[in-house]
């Protein structure tokens, strides 16, 4: 090839012409590939709703400007390792098809901002999808057969969704309060195979929507208690004991309140909450704690009126868990991010 038409084709693929391929539900059961159609040239392609089984690798890695990927609805039992050469690619679809797990390859896609992999049997994801992915916004795995999320996964630091709902989970990571913009968690009928939650879930900065429902969890964390931006909050279908089911159905206020509550009489067995004082010796949130215990004079003696604002006077020395909700628990006290917006995805 001559040098001067070499680089024809190189600033072509550089600069355009950009397509929009629609391929949606014309019946294609292999990858198509018109002998005139540049698919370095193409930005965003829609194969969704046909009768996909596979996709050449050398078909893949020639979609080097893609931008956006819809495979959903199809019959695919892998994705070429060659996925891996789409850097550029910033949504990816593969949801409604057979795969049992994705390629570890997709951690080259540093662009990534949207993995949509639902309705497959994925039982894992690749364990080094955290440090990977620092643009990934949002992470909808529901209806698969995960046991486990990566461990890295509170490394995704532009983390806003989490959809896991309808898994297998048994755990979940217990360092996903290290992601700052995670306003929305969604892990519910993971039936009998999910028994509790971190106890550090309630220190997520923007957690704004908490979705739990119909799994087998019996008690919730404390550090729910000082969820400042919590604004939703579904637990039923849970054999909750602490709070009870009545409780946490009047909303998040009331949760609170009983956790607030419960945090106090465990403080004047112990001395003080386990994860409070985890809390307080963390440097990571730039805050200085205004909570202590305080003691006060009855006539059995000094008695520990439990977790309140240094700063509080209570009317005859009684600590009220609406004070404690809006002044001394305050986590804008511990946490300088704001809540982010719910999406309109959220339901």
């Known amino acids: ?99 049992p797990f994705l390629p570890k390859t997709i951690e080259a896609c540093k662009g990534l901002e949207a993995l949509l992999a639902n309705f497959n049997e994925i039982t894992c994801l690749p364990d080094t999808i955290g440090q990977s992915l620092p643009k990934l916004r949002l992470l909808s795995v529901h209806s698969n057969k995960l046991i486990y999320l990566p461990h890295t996964t509170h490394k995704l630091t532009s983390l806003r969704t989490l959809d896991a709902h309808l898994n297998c989970l048994v755990a979940l990571p217990n360092d996903l309060h290290l992601l700052p913009l995670l306003a929305f968690v969604d892990v519910r009928h993971n039936f009998n195979h999910l028994r509790s939650l971190p106890d550090s879930i309630g220190l997520l900065p923007s957690l704004a929507h908490l979705n739990i429902s119909y799994n087998s969890i019996s008690s919730l964390p404390d550090s729910l208690a000082c969820a400042a931006a919590l604004c939703t909050l579904r637990a039923e279908g849970n054999p909750l004991v602490s709070p009870p089911l009545d409780v946490v159905a009047n909303g998040v206020d009331a949760t609170r309140g009983y956790l607030i509550g419960r945090i106090n009489g465990e403080s004047k067995k112990r001395g003080r909450a386990a994860w409070f004082g985890g809390l307080a010796r963390c440097g990571t949130f730039g805050f200085r704690s205004r909570m202590g215990h305080r003691k006060i004079r009855t006539q059995e003696g000094e008695e520990d009126e439990g977790l309140v604002d240094r700063d509080y006077r209570s009317i005859d020395g009684l600590a009220t868990p609406s004070r404690l909700e809006t002044g001394g628990l305050s986590p804008y006290r511990f946490f300088s991010l704001q809540p982010s917006t719910p999406p309109r995805a959220w339901k």
């Open 1 to 99: 090839m001559k040098r001067g038409m070499r680089r024809g084709i190189e600033k072509e693929q550089k600069e355009g012409p950009w397509k929009e391929e629609d391929w949606s539900g014309k019946g294609f059961s292999s990858f198509p590939n018109p002998p005139d159609l540049n698919l370095a040239s193409i930005t965003k392609l829609d194969l969704s709703r046909n009768g996909l089984k596979s996709i050449p690798e050398s078909a893949m890695a020639r979609l080097l400007n893609l931008v956006e990927l819809d495979l959903h609805s199809n019959q695919l039992t892998s994705l070429p390792n060659s996925i891996g050469c789409l850097s550029k690619l910033r949504r990816l679809d593969v949801s409604g098809n057979l795969l």
